[in-house]
């Protein structure tokens, strides 16, 4: 049987429960078990695939083609292995499936209710990994005291009874705000939403409070006097300079030991010498460098959530700071290009649906591809820079996406064994698909490996119709689907550093390790920058 962690938040949103789990959970892992993580998200979409990124940041993409919140993001990047549609479930799938079954009748002339039949359903995913992981974590999205939270909460207080103390744990994040004017920490609100996690019959076991300033010994006593829980275990979450140093801090208040003895884990030491090597990197680099990210939701940047983390991993890999510049794509024209990317060492042109925004990255790329400023097309980036260069350089000149605009020339388009499957176009392409590159490319300079396994997220692909003219016109197809039939990877000849990819490398990009693509870009970068 596995162990349980249950990770709550209070107070308010955004305090880090993502990064919170992700740190216990690396821990964990890094003491020997085997660790997954779990995300709860409470709202009624059945998936965030079609949430637009203002509301949502960031879709992230699992290898068997889940579209799932970002946190599971922050579990792949900290614990380095693979989540699947398994690591996360929605009120709407869970209310899918019931609804569902109660059509087919499986519910025999029952009431079907919210408890116990929502409830059931969220334990039985709570429980999808018992058994094959030591330790599971389970988070559960939005804060104690929301209406829709209600059911989660619920369903993990009766797993918790079901599986014994022993084996599971409640830890709850809170806030501890400092009030300039009394100048003093405020405990109340935490003391109040550990009140209402006890309405539920959950006690929290430890609580990590959120606090711009060190809580000392009394406070924490206090603190651990009102809400039940022992003084060591309220344990102080300080802002970090980077998110990846949050395991380090709490180590050094031995979390992990805590929770070790209150799960009866056996007793072992954490291994954070790799990790701790990667932290002093990002702290302390020798270089730096400017890139620009051009994109349209660069006013909200969880959007390119996976994409800076990656810049932060390829940095540390370079011993480099990489500061992001994001530029707005939509304010991008042939009259103030050279002055929007001015100072910039490399620019990567971001994913994105629709056409907004398209013509300003079309001419930020043509800007870069001729003044041999290192470039990286990602997705609808790539997409981008094949129809700059059949228009610029292979002298096509209307050619377009025909997900934007009728054009003769459509040199991104839906794949012919596609367009028939729904008028609105085709479905999409999802997940993990391996590529085959070409030996003499900066692709397999960077992968150093003739097959690659990439994340994809997008209906449409290279049309093939252009294959000829765009190759002999000097663009480099140096990657390809085992096939052979659709184009992964385009580079332009002479060009110190130009790759354009159909796949999303952001989304294998683990902390440590980073990605092979963003290292060697960020190198180029550094290259072209003198460093
Ligand atoms: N909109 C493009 C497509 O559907 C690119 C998608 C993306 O960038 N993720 O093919």
Not at 39 to 62: A, S
Not at 118 to 124: G, P, S
Not at 281 to 306: C, E, F, M, N, W
């Amino acid at each position: 049987m596995s162990k349980y962690i249950f990770i709550t938040g209070g107070v308010l949103s955004s305090l880090g429960k993502g990064i919170a789990s992700s740190s216990i959970g690396l821990l964990l892992k890094q003491r020997g078990f085997s660790v997954t993580v779990q995300k709860f998200d409470p709202y009624l979409n059945v998936d965030p695939g079609t949430m637009n990124p203002f509301q949502h940041g960031e879709v992230y993409v699992t290898d068997d083609g889940a579209e799932t919140d970002l946190d599971l993001g922050h579990y792949e990047r900290f614990l380095d292995s693979s989540m699947s549609k398994l690591n996360n479930s929605t009120a709407g799938q869970v209310y899918f499936d019931v609804i569902s079954r109660e059509r087919k009748g499986e519910y025999l002339g029952k009431t079907v209710q919210v408890i116990p039949h929502i409830t059931d359903e969220i334990k039985r995913r709570m429980r999808g990994f018992d058994g094959k992981r030591d330790i599971v974590i389970v988070e559960i999205g939005g804060t104690v005291g929301d209406i829709e939270s209600l059911p989660f909460l619920e369903a993990a207080r009766q797993l918790s009874f079901e599986v014994g103390k022993q084996n599971a744990l409640f830890v709850h994040l809170t806030y501890v705000p400092f009030i300039k004017s009394a100048g003093e920490l405020k405990t109340k609100p935490t003391q109040h939403s550990v009140k209402v996690l006890m309405e539920h019959g959950i006690m929290p076991d430890i609580l990590l409070c959120r606090a711009e300033m060190k809580l000392d010994k009394e406070i924490r006593a206090k603190i651990g006097l009102f809400c039940n829980v022992e003084e060591r275990s309220v344990i102080e979450a300080l802002d970090a300079e980077t998110i990846y140093e949050v395991p380090m801090m709490f180590a050094k208040r031995e979390l992990d030991t805590i929770i070790s003895e209150k799960l009866h884990l056996r007793k072992r030491v954490p291994n954070m010498d790799a990790w701790g090597r990667f932290v002093h990197r990002i702290k302390a680099p020798k270089h730096q460098v400017t890139i620009g990210l051009v994109g349209k939701y660069v006013k909200y940047q969880d959007s390119y959530k996976s994409i800076s983390e990656a810049f932060i991993h390829a940095g540390a890999l370079n011993n480099t700071k990489v500061v992001l510049k994001w530029i707005d794509s939509e304010h991008i024209n042939e009259s103030n290009v050279a002055q929007q990317l001015k100072g910039l060492d490399g620019i990567l042109v971001a994913p994105g649906f629709g056409s907004r925004g398209v013509e300003g990255k079309i001419t930020a790329i043509k800007h870069v591809r001729e003044n041999n400023i290192p470039f990286f097309g990602i997705c609808l980036g790539m997409q981008c820079a094949v129809i700059e260069f059949a228009r610029n350089v292979a002298g096509l000149t209307n050619a377009n996406s025909t997900e934007f605009k009728k054009s003769s020339y459509p040199v991104i388009d839906l794949m012919p064994d596609q367009k028939h499957v729904s008028d609105k176009g085709g479905t999409m392409r999802l997940g993990a698909y391996k590529a085959h590159l070409q030996k003499s490319s900066h692709a397999y300079k960077a992968y150093k490996s003739e097959v690659i396994t990439e994340r994809h997220r997008h209906r449409y692909e290279f049309n093939n119709e252009f294959r000829d003219v765009l190759t002999q016109a000097g663009l480099k197809l140096s990657g390809v689907s085992p096939d052979g039939r659709l184009v992964e990877i385009v580079e332009v000849r002479n060009h110190p550093w130009f790759v354009g990819v159909q796949f999303h490398p952001e989304l294998m990009s683990r902390a440590v390790t980073g990605h092979p693509l963003f290292a060697a870009f960020v190198r180029a970068a550094l290259v072209n920058s003198g460093g």
